[in-house]
């Protein structure tokens, strides 16, 4: 049987597809996803589409993601945007590739209140070894302005084969 974090983006996205069509099946797969990454479930986002490169993401204010402002917290926000361009591109990777997020940027461009949605696409590259890989994405409010705007750098590589010593980059 596979490890837990072998093809993640290949196991989420099959229980996606079985999940998504059922009615309640995006917030289920959403409250699964939450229980594989506890401290993004904590946020209580709900993926409202999942394709290979594409993810769009739903998070309501409530009293538990605000700040002392009276809006969505700057980190609330930032684990929304890593969270969309996570799926986005470990969605749209081969099997044979793993990825981890090595660095992130966010630009907060105005105070984020109600329902945000995040949204990222992306194009994974050709993976033949190490390779860092810059992914972008953006967070509207339900007015279709721009409150933020996140940019993360994944680290791709092979998997190493089974019994195999890990890299370096491990």
């Not at 059922?22 to 993926?47: C, D, E, H, N, Q």
């Not at 990825?99 to 994974?124: H, M, N, Q, S, W």
Request: positive net charge; contains cysteine; hydrophobic residues 45%.
């Amino acid at each position: 049987m596979a490890r837990s974090l072998d093809a993640p983006g290949a196991r989420l996205r099959a229980l996606w597809d079985r999940l998504a069509p059922l009615p309640g099946g995006r917030k289920i797969f959403s409250l699964a996803l939450g229980w594989m990454v506890p401290y993004t479930g904590r946020l209580g986002p709900v993926v409202e589409t999942f394709q290979p490169g594409y993810v769009r993401v739903r998070l309501t204010e409530r009293r538990s993601v605000r700040n002392h402002l009276g809006s969505v917290h700057a980190m609330a926000l930032a684990n929304l945007g890593e969270l969309a361009t996570g799926l986005a591109l470990l969605g749209a990777l081969p099997a044979d590739v793993r990825g981890i997020l090595v660095g992130f940027e966010i630009d907060y461009l105005k105070k984020a209140r109600g329902r945000l949605t995040a949204e990222c696409r992306c194009e994974p590259p050709a993976v033949r070894g190490p390779v860092d890989h810059a992914v972008a994405g953006t967070i509207r409010n339900v007015a279709g302005d721009e409150v933020a705007r996140v940019r993360a750098r994944w680290r791709l590589d092979l998997r190493a084969p089974a019994g195999a010593a890990p890299s370096r980059t491990s």
